[in-house]
């Protein structure tokens, strides 16, 4: 089964407002990822959080860490048209194998 | 700077025909190399990855079959098609260590 879980699988809300979606995964991690994929396209990574960070900010994004629940959450604050798109977590291989584990992504609409 | 490529951005082919996607990555040597396979609105699933020449990984058995030719080159083939094989492949690359990756745009696969 995939490592990472994203929740909701679907979140429609209005431009302006703040969305949040969910990750959990089920091994150890040294890290996890967000990448975001408009429809259509590449993937393109938005941020990354070490095991050892808590919390971590880049411009409207703010992610979280809980590595006891194995848990993330990914805020946008107020979110705009152009953040429509699929949301992804990916966590590592604690043991070292050079890949990532994607989950089936959150689908985010923004509503104008 | 790093660009990868791929190609073709669509493909029809008939059941039964083979196959053959190139990726090729520019600006960076010795990258790690990543061939996914996504599903209409779902997640990627990780087909094959490569951390140098000839050294392939498969992590689903299948149909398919992934080629490093030359260190920045990463080929996906088939020699006879599946129905199930329709998708949308994505070539990603990423520096040593499973950290940040970076998409090609992708090529949508139909096969009839």
């Known amino acids: 089964s995939q490592q990472g879980e994203e929740d909701p699988q679907a979140l429609s809300i209005q431009e302006g407002e703040n969305a949040t979606m969910n990750c959990s995964y089920k091994?150890?991690?040294?890290?996890l990822q967000w990448y975001r994929q408009n429809s259509g396209r590449g993937l393109v990574h938005l941020i990354l959080?070490?095991?050892?960070?808590r919390e971590k900010h880049s411009g409207r994004l703010r992610v979280t860490l809980d590595t006891s629940k194995k848990s993330s959450s990914l805020l946008i604050t107020a979110s705009r048209a152009a953040d429509t798109a699929s949301y992804f977590c990916?966590?590592?291989?604690?043991?070292?194998?050079?890949?990532?584990?994607f989950g089936q992504g959150t689908r985010l609409t923004i509503n104008p | 700077s790093q660009t990868i490529h791929q190609w073709p951005a669509t493909l029809v082919q008939p059941v039964g025909s083979p196959l053959s996607l190139e990726c090729t990555v520019e600006?960076?040597?010795?990258?790690?190399l990543y061939w996914y396979r996504q599903a209409a609105g779902r997640g990627l699933q990780l087909l094959f990855y490569?951390?140098?020449?000839?050294?392939i990984s498969s992590e689903v058995p299948q149909n398919l079959s992934a080629s490093r030719p030359q260190d920045r080159q990463f080929i996906l083939s088939s020699k006879k098609l599946l129905l199930s094989d329709s998708g949308f492949y994505l070539c990603?690359?990423?520096?040593?260590?499973?950290?940040?990756?970076?998409f090609g745009p992708g090529t949508r696969l139909l096969v009839l």
């Open positions: 600006g960076t040597s010795n990258p790690n």
């Open positions: 990916a966590t590592d291989d604690f043991l070292g194998a050079q890949k990532l584990v």
């Open positions: 990603a690359w990423a520096y040593t260590g499973p950290r940040t990756q970076y």
């Open positions: 959080i070490r095991s050892n960070e």
């Open positions: 490569s951390i140098g020449i000839d050294q």
């Open positions: 091994t150890s991690i040294n890290n």
